[in-house]
């Protein structure tokens, strides 16, 4: 069964406070990771997908990483408008996304 | 492009009524669609797959007779909470994938239905 944990649950930061989010997975047969931002309220917003170790993407201040066990989500000098829980997905050969619980960002100013 | 609606946005029902979700694929055609739930502070959890002009793939655990999906075209899939009772109160969320031009697999979800059960 794919498994994806994500961590910490919270987190709670300093305006220009950089850090970063963790995604670990197991899954059989990766098609793809995918990162995705949900606001309250609101369906999933696609950030980015990774698709083999070793990859990285950028989008403005999130860059998100690759290794064979897990991801990460880096957040570069966070804003208060990068509040938002950050979701992390596995696709497997079947194309359905097993999601982990996410972990949700709060920027102060 | 790749945007996906759904409709309502949010409904209230009496309980043992049954309650119409849409999810249509504006600017691109939806071979397959995916319907997921959403309790508070949780994850999204699939509930069923559905391929367009075919029966849907459920979830183990998922009620088939419950949550009637329909994907009769390929922008348009409906989601159906037949005889709702209050522990069917969640937020729904569709997802499409198709002929979009995005990446292989790559899921376009909707903004959500918030469903009340009183």
């Known amino acids: 069964e794919d498994q994806v944990t994500q961590s910490p649950e919270a987190l709670r930061l300093q305006e220009g406070e950089s850090s970063s989010l963790n995604c670990s997975y197991t899954?059989?047969?990766?098609?793809?990771l995918f990162w995705y931002r949900q606001d309250p309220g609101k369906g999933p917003e696609f950030l980015f997908t990774?698709?083999?170790a070793g990859e990285e993407k950028e989008k403005e201040r999130l860059k998100a990483t690759l290794t064979k066990k897990e991801s990460f989500l880096h957040i570069t000098a966070p804003k208060p408008e990068d509040s938002a829980t950050y979701l992390c997905?596995?696709?497997?050969?079947?194309?359905?996304?097993?999601f982990g619980a996410g972990t949700t960002v709060t920027v102060r100013a | 492009g790749a945007v996906v609606s759904q409709h309502p946005s949010w409904v209230i029902c009496k309980s043992g009524t049954s309650v119409k979700i849409e999810c249509r694929s504006l600017d691109f055609q939806a071979t397959t669609m995916f319907w997921y739930r959403q309790f508070p502070k949780q994850s999204l959890m699939l509930m069923a797959t559905s391929n367009e002009g075919s029966k849907a793939t459920y979830e183990q655990g998922v009620e088939k007779d419950k949550f009637l999906i329909n994907h009769a075209s390929l922008t348009l899939s409906t989601l159906t909470v037949t005889s709702a009772h209050p522990e069917d109160s969640s937020f729904y969320i569709c997802s499409a994938s198709g002929t979009s031009g995005g990446a292989s697999g790559e899921q376009f979800f909707g903004p959500g239905t918030r469903l009340t059960v009183l």
């Open positions: 997905a596995v696709q497997a050969n079947d194309y359905k996304l097993s």
């Open positions: 990774l698709y083999s």
């Open positions: 899954v059989s047969g990766l098609r793809g």
